[in-house]
């Protein structure tokens, strides 16, 4: 979708990662641990 949709053109390519959590609008709210283990696992290196 990123590839072919303007607005979200920018999005496309090997830097983004694509991850789904079953929730709804607010994962920090429904999911924070599974939220908080997806970001922490894709966090760039330093």
């Given amino acids: 979708m990123a590839a072919t ?3 979200c053109r920018h999005m496309a ?3 983004w990662r694509y ?3 079953p929730t709804w609008h607010w994962p ?9 283990a ?4 894709h966090q760039p290196a330093v």
């Fill in 5 to 7: 949709v303007p607005l």
């Fill in 13 to 15: 390519g090997d830097t």
């Fill in 19 to 21: 991850e789904e959590l």
């Fill in 28 to 36: 920090m709210v429904s999911r924070p641990v599974e939220l908080a």
């Fill in 38 to 41: 997806m970001l922490h696992r």
